[in-house]
Nanobody, 116 residues
Framework: QVQLEESGGCLVQAGGSLRLSCAAS????????MAWYRQAPGKRVELVAS???????DYAESVKGRFTISRDKAKNTLYLQMNRLKPEDTAVYYC??????????WGPGTQVTVSS
């Protein structure tokens, strides 16, 4: 079992920056890839960024050049650095971890609100 807990979400003005963190605990060694997803009001869950165990990253087109995903394995923490935030980035952001056994784990989410 893996437990995930996001933090760092808050209200920020457009153009500002924010860093989200996701602390992982439990069976850490089973984790393979990790990712950030988000869900805006009335919209479907969207993959924002992902990172493999080898450090390869991928981003949604809407956040490329503005967001950076990173992973500190020593601290068992996943990060999402978000720069030049836009009102359309407003959403609940979720941390996701996939294991080598193909299990999927989610955090409870953290709210990010970008005011115009």
């Amino acid at each position: 079992q893996v437990q995930l807990e996001e933090s760092g979400g808050c209200l920020v003005q457009a153009g500002g920056s924010l860093r989200l963190s996701c602390a992982a605990s439990g069976d850490i060694r089973s984790i393979n890839a990790m990712a950030w997803y988000r869900q805006a009001p009335g919209k479907r869950v969207e993959l924002v960024a992902s990172i493999t165990s080898g450090g390869s990253t991928d981003y949604a087109e809407s956040v490329k050049g503005r967001f950076t995903i990173s992973r500190d394995k020593a601290k068992n923490t996943l990060y999402l650095q978000m720069n030049r935030l836009k009102p359309e980035d407003t959403a609940v952001y979720y941390c996701n971890a996939g294991t080598r056994a193909m299990d999927d784990y989610w955090g409870p989410g953290t709210q990010v609100t970008v005011s115009s």
